[in-house]
């Protein structure tokens, strides 16, 4: 992949997003366009279209971007109504992301994090192509992230901005040849912060040591991706060896240890929420990868408060018995009293609770009954 220089013009210093345009379009002579470089409304508002800010080079559609803007992916996917996703970054000219080994990286004021979401057409077939839904930007403001959503066109030319969401039927032929529909819902900007939120704040999800401590093709083969974002001189420190930071795997990984795959899966799933200072904290289920302490991860825990949400189970999770664990009730229904996540899914995740299934269905010990 070859990529074109972008560089940043000039930066507000209030808001620190404020980025001009350097470049010249097209001739008039009918030419080559030159590259877009990338430019932010100096008011601070988005932009009516992603084409304007120009994050991408050439055909919009192929996401190919501009040097500068990083491509990223994560080793545990958050299940989206079994879309696909493509993960990109882009900072401030000058600016360096603050390095942390367990916590989530510090990313500087004016950070844009874009998220592509799409189905592809046959999943046999990459060449077949694939239905771009809708984009979603992150972008780092003073003391929260604000978003912002771009609802794709049928012709795959450009996406506009979006601010009070949309259902989308969506039809694709699977990996077994079979063709799948889903009701894909695009999210108003309100619906954000339902999992963007942490202490009441609009934060980040996926960028954190654990979760890019993988692989990624910068168009020399795949290389550790922590590796080299080092190398491009992004981190404001010193980072150890990627062999030495802590890395989450892929849950759909049949070798890995049983246990590891399923808490992995609802670190990557859950955690957003039911961590301390997520949205779900005052449950006091904590589903992130690092609490140590199996009550809090529901083994023979009583809800606080689900009302009907118990399907009448007495626990969370009870050992050796899934059917009669709440967490699993409500991981595999789609009823909006019910049903875990609450938002914004349309449908069930199977692989996540067959693999819950059969994590519950092999813990050992009972709970005491009350």
């Known amino acids: 992949m070859t990529y074109r220089h972008l560089k940043y013009c000039s930066l507000a210093a209030a808001l620190a997003l404020s980025l001009t345009a350097c470049g010249e379009d097209a001739g008039e002579d009918g030419g080559e366009a030159a590259p877009c470089e990338l430019k932010m409304p100096q008011d601070g508002e988005p932009f009516e279209k992603l084409s304007d800010y120009c994050f991408f080079q050439g055909d919009l559609a192929e996401h190919n971007p501009t040097e500068g803007v990083y491509a990223y992916g994560v080793n545990t996917k958050l299940?989206?109504?079994?879309?696909?996703?493509?993960?990109?970054?882009?900072?401030?000219?000058?600016?360096?992301?603050?390095?942390?080994?367990?916590?989530?990286?510090?990313?500087?004021?004016?950070?844009?994090?874009?998220?592509?979401?799409?189905?592809?057409?046959?999943?046999?077939?990459p060449e077949a192509g694939r239905q771009i839904l809708e984009t979603r930007l992150l972008v780092k403001k003073q003391d929260e992230w604000d978003t912002e959503i771009y609802r794709w066109n049928e012709e795959q030319t450009d996406a506009e901005h979006y601010l009070?969401?949309?259902?989308?039927?969506?039809?694709w032929i699977d990996e077994n040849g079979e063709t799948q529909t889903v009701d894909y819902k695009i999210?108003?900007?309100?619906?954000?912060?339902s999992c963007h939120n942490h202490n009441d704040k609009i934060t980040l999800l996926g960028?954190?040591?654990?979760?890019?401590?993988?692989?990624?093709d910068y168009g020399d083969g795949p290389v550790n991706q922590i590796a080299y974002f080092n190398e491009q001189g992004l981190f404001d420190g010193e980072v150890p060896s990627v062999d030495s930071l802590p890395k989450l795997?892929?849950?759909?990984d049949e070798s890995q240890p049983l246990e590891l795959r399923a808490r992995t899966y609802l670190e990557g799933n859950c955690a957003h929420c039911h961590s301390p200072g997520g949205p779900a904290r005052n449950s006091a289920l904590f589903?992130?990868?690092?609490?140590?302490?199996?009550?809090?991860?529901?083994?023979?825990?009583?809800?606080?408060?689900?009302?009907?949400?118990?399907?009448?189970?007495?626990?969370?999770?009870?050992?050796?018995?899934?059917?009669?664990?709440?967490?699993?009730?409500r991981m595999n229904s789609n009823d909006p009293e019910i049903k875990m996540p609450e938002l914004p899914l349309r449908t069930i995740d199977e692989f996540g609770v067959n693999l819950v299934t059969e994590w519950v269905a092999n813990m050992e010990g009972s709970c005491a009954q009350q």
């Not at 960028?207 to 990624?216: D, K, M, V, Y």
């Not at 795997?249 to 759909?252: E, H, S």
Request: hydrophobic share 25%; aromatic share 12%.
């Open 287 to 329: 589903l992130n990868i690092d609490e140590e302490d199996p009550y809090h991860w529901g083994v023979c825990k009583t809800p606080i408060a689900a009302g009907g949400g118990t399907g009448g189970r007495p626990y969370d999770i009870y050992p050796g018995e899934p059917e009669r664990s709440i967490m699993l009730y």
């Open 249 to 252: 795997i892929d849950p759909q």
């Open 207 to 216: 960028p954190r040591t654990r979760q890019l401590n993988g692989e990624n």
């Open 187 to 193: 999210p108003a900007k309100s619906d954000c912060k």
């Open 164 to 171: 009070i969401g949309q259902t989308v039927d969506v039809e």
């Open 79 to 125: 299940y989206s109504d079994k879309s696909d996703k493509l993960r990109f970054f882009v900072l401030p000219e000058g600016e360096k992301i603050g390095f942390h080994e367990t916590d989530k990286w510090d990313f500087p004021v004016g950070t844009i994090l874009v998220k592509t979401f799409y189905y592809p057409n046959d999943a046999r077939s």
